[in-house]
C-alpha cells in the first residue's frame, strides 16, 4: 500500500466513527491537515510553485470552513480534534 493510503487509515481509526468514516468533518479536518503540512514542505523548497500554493491556500480554506462548522454543530468533537492535531493553543 501506498504511504498516503496508510496515513489516511491512521488518521480515520483514531477519528472516525467506524472504519470507512471518510466523510465527518473531524475525518476530513485531520486529512486535510496532513495534506497542508505536506503542502508547505514542498513551498518550503520550492516557494516559486504557485499551483502548489494555490492548491494550499484552498485546503487551508476548506479546512477552516469545516472547523467552524464543527464547532457550530459537536463542540466536543471539535476541542478533541485541535487538541489531537495540535491545531491551536
Do not use: C, W
Request: proline share 1%; glycine share 4%; aromatic share 4%.
Amino acid at each position: 500500500m501506498s504511504e498516503v493510503r496508510t496515513e489516511n487509515e491512521e488518521i480515520i481509526e483514531s477519528l472516525g466513527y467506524h472504519s470507512r468514516d471518510t466523510g465527518s468533518s473531524g475525518v476530513q479536518i485531520a486529512i486535510l491537515t496532513s495534506q497542508i503540512l505536506k503542502l508547505t514542505e514542498h513551498m518550503k523548497a520550492n516557494h516559486k510553485d504557485f499551483r502548489t500554493k494555490r492548491s494550499l491556500h484552498i485546503m487551508v480554506s476548506k479546512r477552516q470552513k469545516h472547523l467552524k462548522y464543527l464547532k457550530r454543530t459537536a463542540p466536543e468533537k471539535y476541542r478533541e480534534v485541535i487538541k489531537k492535531l495540535k491545531l491551536r493553543k
